[in-house]
């Protein structure tokens, strides 16, 4: 297993809701901060969402009001909770994680919206 696993991924209509979750293996420690990043065809990786350890959230302007991250108490696992998607959101979505300088990847989960 690697250090972050992702799931939640698929097809969905325009309009309709997908939650992702990644969990971080206990094999490499606390993290203080975990995002999602997505990454479409042709297209750089692009940061969605992010959270730190007090809470604190951030989020790209083309999901904002859309989006939602959220983690347990332990930040063992994240969430991205969206809603009300658009083609445009597809892209394979990408779990990070950091801590101290060091940052681990997800091996990403595939993000469709289509009709």
């Known amino acids: 297993q690697g250090p972050l696993v992702e799931s939640g991924g698929g097809l969905v209509q325009p309009g309709g809701s997908l939650k992702l979750s990644c969990t971080r293996s206990?094999?490499?420690?606390?993290?203080?901060?975990m995002a999602w990043y997505r990454q479409a065809p042709g297209q750089e990786r692009e940061l969605v969402a992010s959270?730190?350890?007090?809470?604190?959230?951030n989020y790209a302007d083309s999901v904002k009001g859309r989006f939602t991250i959220s983690r347990d108490k332990s930040m063992n696992t994240v969430y991205l909770q969206m809603n009300s998607l658009k083609p445009e959101d597809t892209a394979v979505y990408y779990c990070?994680?950091?801590?101290?300088?060091?940052?681990?990847w997800g091996p990403g989960t595939q993000v469709t919206v289509s009709s």
């Open positions: 206990p094999n490499i420690g606390a993290m203080s901060a």
């Open positions: 990070y994680a950091g801590h101290s300088g060091r940052g681990f």
């Open positions: 959270i730190v350890g007090g809470g604190i959230t």
